[in-house]
Each structure stands twice: as structure tokens, then as C-alpha cells.
């Protein structure tokens, strides 16, 4: 089935992120996006699972154990590389605009038009976003932006720990793949990314976010998984918990302190 691109879609190029394999979930995307009339590009998933991951040469497993106290599974680093997946060929199509979608997700029927009410938002507020969140809540560092629909867009210094469903600016998707936290895998996509967006300040989210999960097994051993490794025990100490937490939340306090104070009263 052809299906026609609609604004805001016309602008924007949406990446489906699925392992092979997974076909169920690929129809479950497949049949909501389509019945949405938003076109998509499958990209497939890089399979971590059975990675070495000591072997991977971008790996920096002392700087994991210092971050989180603990050696990343091959899961995570498949999940990361993924992400960087996309946006790297979001630079080498120069496209301007990229919606990356975990398969797992699933788009309400106004999906397109809270899209181009962010997207509106977005051009009077801040032209030079680098991404938004779709589908997870943080209540830290925030800065109430608009209502959208029946959600409010917020300026997020410290994004929500989820990577289901981002739309990216291809100006955001350099500035992460230029960092050092794109470059060397030393933890989750998803924290990586806000440890970056903390010390930029371009970072939105929808809240109540979208996009929800269909709460599926995971695949690919990323978020759910990590998750729950940390609850069965592989926890952080308190020096590990410092140097992670301290200068995200540094960072966010001073980002959110100098807009605010940039922003008419």
C-alpha cells in the first residue's frame, strides 16, 4: 500500500528502528503508521546480543564502570549503535528533519497534528531545537513552553530516560554525533543522549507524552533490560551515582537558569 506523505510528514523523514526477525512488531508499527498516512523507512536494527563487547574498538568499558558501575550488555551497545544508525544516515541524506520510532511504539490518531503544532511552536520559541521526546515523561529542569493539544510542550534540560519516539533536527543530530558521548559507547542511547542535551539546552518534550509503548518483550535487550539489572542488583554505588549524576544536573540548572533569565517576563 502506498501511503502519501501529509504535512507535517511532507518535511520530515520517519526511521522505524526493527531487528529482523521481528516481524510481529514490524506489522503492529506498520499497520498504525499506515493508517495514519505517515510513510516510513525500516532500518534494521543492529543485533548486539551476541556482541563481545570488549572486542568493540568505540567501547570504553572503564568509563561504563565509572558512569554506571557496571559493563554494558550487548543489548544496550546494539540499541545504541541503532540510534547512531539513523542519525548518521539522517547527515548523509541531508535530510532536515528525522522522526526515529522504536518498533514497540504506537502514534495516536492526532499524532500528526500535535507534530506540526510542535513544529509551529518550535519556530517561534527556539528555530535551533535539536530534538523533542514523544513518549516519556521528566519532571526535572523544565521550562512550560505551550499547550499541544491535549499535552504542553516543555523545554526539557534533562530529557526523559527513553529513546521510543524523537524527532531530531539535522542540526541536533550533528552536534550528538560530534560529541564525545555519540562517539565512545560507555553507556545506555538513551542517558548518553541527555548527558549531551544537559550541556546544549536544545531538548523538548511532550507531556503527557503521545506516543505510548505497546509494552512488548524487548527484542534487543535495551531499556527494559537495563532496568531491570540495576533493580536485581548491579547497582551503582555512591561515587558512580556522583560522577554521573552531578554535572547532568549541573548542567541542566544552568541551562534552564540563563534561559529563563533570557526570556521576557
Given at each position: ?7 507535517p510528514?511532507?518535511a ?39 556482541f ?41 541524506d541531508?535530510l ?36 523533542v ?75 503527557p ?43 541542566s ?13
Amino acid at each position: 500500500m502506498t501511503v502519501h506523505a501529509q504535512p507535517p510528514f511532507d518535511a520530515i523523514t520517519t526511521f522505524v528502528i526493527n531487528l529482523d526477525g521481528s516481524d510481529e512488531r514490524l506489522s503492529l508499527i506498520t499497520e498504525n503508521l499506515t493508517s495514519l498516512n505517515i510513510p516510513f523507512e525500516r532500518v534494521p536494527a543492529v543485533d548486539g546480543r551476541r556482541f563481545d563487547v570488549h572486542a568493540l574498538p568505540e567501547y570504553n568499558d572503564r568509563r561504563a564502570k565509572t558512569r554506571y558501575g557496571r559493563t554494558l550488555n550487548g543489548g544496550e551497545i546494539g540499541c545504541f549503535k541503532s540510534h547512531i544508525k539513523c542519525l548518521q544516515k539522517m547527515i548523509d541524506d541531508d535530510l532536515p528533519f528525522a522522526l526515529i520510532i522504536e518498533d514497540d511504539m504506537q502514534a495516536p490518531d492526532d499524532f500528526s497534528q500535535v507534530l506540526q503544532e510542535c513544529f509551529d511552536q518550535l519556530q517561534t520559541y527556539d528555530p535551533n531545537w535539536h530534538c523533542v521526546h514523544f513518549d516519556a515523561p521528566s519532571y526535572r529542569y523544565m521550562l512550560r513552553v505551550n499547550d499541544i493539544g491535549s499535552g504542553t510542550l516543555f523545554h526539557s534540560f534533562f530529557l526523559p530516560s527513553n529513546t521510543g519516539c524523537i524527532l531530531w533536527s539535522q542540526q541536533g543530530a550533528r552536534s550528538f554525533l560530534g560529541s564525545y558521548f555519540a562517539k565512545v559507547i560507555s553507556g545506555p542511547i538513551d542517558a548518553e543522549m541527555r548527558s549531551h542535551m544537559t550541556r546544549t539546552g536544545k531538548g523538548y518534550m511532550i507531556m503527557p507524552p503521545p506516543m505510548t509503548p505497546r509494552r512488548l518483550k524487548s527484542d534487543i535487550d535495551s531499556v527494559t533490560n537495563r532496568l531491570s539489572n540495576v533493580k536485581n542488583g548491579r547497582k551503582s554505588n555512591a561515587k558512580t551515582k556522583i560522577m554521573r549524576h552531578f554535572p547532568d544536573h549541573f548542567w541542566s540548572w544552568v541551562n534552564m537558569t540563563i534561559t529563563r533569565l533570557k526570556k521576557p517576563r
